[in-house]
């Protein structure tokens, strides 16, 4: 797939030089390799469903600038993968939980070296309800005329009026958050999700409360726990075990207890999520080390906390702090057994074996 993606880029460029039908001889050829997959059928089905809707042109581009500007701040001039794009002019406007951002920007490929300027509108409802278009800007007038009838509709709250306004403007070359590109699509939705999941959490935790000590009863006299409540167990403590993991430090006893729990309920545990919670708590507070080597007292505490956190039963990956702990075991180290700090050195022995690496 991701060498017919490679294909496809081809025929998006040829096809904007030349005007043949590249794509469907393209499609021809791809129809006669049949795939693995029966879902699949052959290429050209691959090609249409997976690769067509997943190409990026100029206006692709401007409406996930557009989209992004709505959740972080981006500079005026900045870079897009391998886009610059050069801010000409931007408004943000809020009402409640709605937001609009209106702007105009210079998209130029540092590949083709294709630019363009393009005027964008975009209005987020609140959670991933969200409707932008985006144009190639005709005259300054025309972007100055659309922001004024466009916000004038936002400010009054006219919902149906601004998004029938946007389509109108942008000549039907509208998007939603699934014209993000996946990694910020991912980003954004995790942010959205946020708060509904605290509140799910919130409810869980308080069931299971109230029917902890059932739990427990159930568990001693060896009765089997009820699916829905085994369920309601297993949200609960693992929200209750993410919250611990994420705390400035580990508190051991707390764990080991909600691991309990989770056990007396027969609940199985988030591994990856709690894994990852984990790592990046470790990763986080071996900064202070790694931007200070020379300090016993921060080697200690990392040795402390990676000891701590491979006594959890959850299959830690360590790869990042191997890599930090090697460039210190190569630059640092041979420093320090020269000068004679034994005690840094031995701290650092015992921290390289932790992590499996060979002195």
Known sequence: ????????????LAQEF???????????????????????RDGANIYVKLVKPA?????????????????????????VYSYEVDSKDYR???????????????????ITQESEMLM?????????????????????????DLSKVVRDAFIRSDVPDTIHLIDQSF???????????????????????????RGIESAYRQLYDNYAPLLRFMHDCRIPVPYVMKITAEIALNGMLRRALESGELNLELIQSLLEDMRTADGA???????????????????????????????????????????LPLPLVLWSLQ???????????????????????????ELAELLSLKI
Request: hydrophobic share 40%.
């Open 171 to 197: 000549g039907g070359h509208t998007y939603s958050l699934k014209n993000l590109f996946r990694d910020e699509q991912r980003k954004f939705l995790n942010e959205i999700l946020k708060p509904a999941l």
């Open 92 to 110: 943000l406007k809020r009402s409640g939980k709605m937001r609009l951002a209106l702007g105009k920007a210079r998209f130029n490929s540092r």
């Open 120 to 144: 964008f509108g975009v209005v987020h409802f609140g959670d991933h309800n969200l409707h932008g278009g985006v144009s190639v800007l005709s005259t300054d007038e025309a972007y100055r």
């Open 269 to 311: 545990l988030d591994e990856t999520s709690l894994e990852m919670t984990l790592r990046r708590h470790l990763e986080r507070n071996a900064q202070h080390f790694f931007q200070n080597p020379l300090e016993l007292d921060q080697l200690r505490r990392l040795k402390e906390q990676v000891a701590s956190a491979k006594s």
């Open 55 to 79: 190409m990026v042109d100029l206006l692709k581009l401007g409406a996930h600038y557009a989209i992004t500007s709505l959740f972080e701040q981006i500079p005026e001039n900045a870079r």
């Open 18 to 40: 030349f005007d043949d039908s590249i794509e469907q001889r393209f499609l021809d050829k791809l129809a006669l390799a049949k795939s693995n997959v029966p879902e699949h």
């Open 323 to 349: 890599n930090l702990c090697y460039d210190i075991l190569e630059k640092v180290y041979p420093e320090m057994l020269e000068k004679g700090e034994k005690e840094w050195t031995a701290e650092f022995c």
């Open 1 to 12: 797939m991701q060498v017919i993606q490679y294909a496809g880029r081809v025929v998006q």
